[in-house]
């Protein structure tokens, strides 16, 4: 997507050096762009956990490049050496980041793709490398085709409405930053202002990490989509006032039967909808969706993060970036990062296959393949 107007993705290989991977380093958005280097399994491991990258897709895409520089700094002295430093990126790289399913995912992926290439170590190495472009290039293209099927909605919206904006609300930063490309909460909104459709996005700020205040509303602002930042409380009373016409959120796991894990306030926006009659739709590729899960608020891991992130913020102030303490020193803080939104308040899914009901019929209505006999 675009960044002063020249076409990025948030990870790639170094164009003259592709044992190297490149992030945007998404700490220090929106005041300075930065492009870091990884180039151990322990600096993608640290890139994850600390999120420099971050948001569902791009874990785990993130991961998949993890596990071929493994590959490629793995020892070769034997196989059984080779293996064991493959096994062992494996379980550190899932170990930083509990609720996006894509980790996992893409391990496992990359961990089946290297098996298949027998005991030959180069021919390993060649299959993480294949693989861990193959995770990305999917992720963009599920993405973008997120986009196709979810403009519809806001189309339909756009008729009703004549020529006043459509409202769209959105959570976090379910962007491209948070991909590979395009994003799955935003994909439908810049195919809507691709096409001349008028959208405006009220961007919740999202506490305490301010994804939506640092990260989305600068990706909408490079895109030229208009865009207003709100507190996260202030949704409820947007949608009592007519002021929302459709909230659009991502997701970091979705159970197969429409339960919906995202940062955590989501499901508070989700009641509010309800409440409100406002459509509620979450957008995901079916990397997000696990399909072992039947009940997402029993069963999906809720990431809790350290309180630092709640009692001290850090922004601009003149040419320097601070840090600053919002609380008594003494008060505790805590950190859940993630909250489940059950499917009956989700309107539908919006995935690369198209819109489906938020539930197992409609999930497994879309992924066939998927059902157990
Ligand atoms: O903690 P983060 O920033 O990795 O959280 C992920 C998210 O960006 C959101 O929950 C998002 O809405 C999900 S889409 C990847």
Not at 120 to 140: G, N, Y
Not at 310 to 317: H, K, L, N
Request: some cysteine; charged content about 25%.
């Amino acid at each position: 997507m675009n960044v002063h107007g020249e076409h990025y993705r948030t990870i790639w290989l170094k164009a003259d050096d592709p044992t190297t991977v490149q992030i945007i380093d998404q700490r220090h958005l929106p005041f300075r762009f930065v492009i870091e280097d990884l180039r151990t399994v322990e600096e993608v491991a640290v890139a994850i956990k600390e999120m420099h990258v971050r948001g569902a897709g791009l874990i785990g895409a993130t991961a998949g490049y993890g596990m071929y520089i493994a590959a490629l700094t793995a020892p070769r002295t034997a196989l059984s050496d080779f293996q064991e430093a493959i096994q062992a990126a494996a379980s550190r790289l899932k170990a930083t980041r509990p609720t996006a399913v894509n980790l996992a995912w893409a391990v496992e992926r990359q961990l089946t793709a290297m098996a298949a290439a027998g005991d030959d170590i180069e021919a390993q190495i060649e299959a993480a490398a294949l693989t861990a472009q193959e995770i990305a290039d999917e992720d963009a293209d599920f993405c973008r085709r997120i986009g196709e099927h979810g403009v519809k909605l806001i189309e339909e919206i756009a008729v009703r409405k004549g020529d006043a904006p459509v409202n769209v609300l959105t959570h976090c930063n379910a962007g491209w930053l948070a991909f590979v490309d395009y994003g799955t909460a935003t994909a439908p909104i810049y195919a809507a202002h691709d096409k001349g459709i008028p959208v405006h996005v009220w961007v919740d700020e999202t506490r305490p990490r301010n994804q939506g205040a640092r990260l989305t509303a600068w990706e909408l602002g490079q895109h030229g989509v208009p865009h207003t930042v709100i507190v996260d409380n202030v949704g409820g009373h947007l949608m009592q006032h007519g002021m929302v016409d459709l909230v659009i959120v991502g997701s970091d796991r979705t159970t197969y039967t429409g339960d919906v894990a995202n940062k955590i306030g989501t499901y508070l926006k989700a009641l509010a909808a309800n409440d409100n009659g406002v459509p509620f739709y979450v957008a995901l590729p079916s990397s997000t969706i696990d399909w072992e899960m039947r009940d997402g608020l029993a069963e999906i891991p809720i990431e809790e993060r350290d309180a630092t992130e709640v009692r001290i913020m850090d922004g601009r102030s003149g040419d320097e970036i601070r840090e600053i303490l919002i609380m008594p020193e003494a008060s505790r803080a805590a950190n859940f990062a993630f909250d489940v939104t059950p499917s009956r308040l989700v309107t539908g899914l919006i995935t690369e296959r198209g819109v489906c009901a938020a539930s197992e019929a409609g999930v497994l209505g879309l992924y066939p393949e998927k059902r157990k006999e």
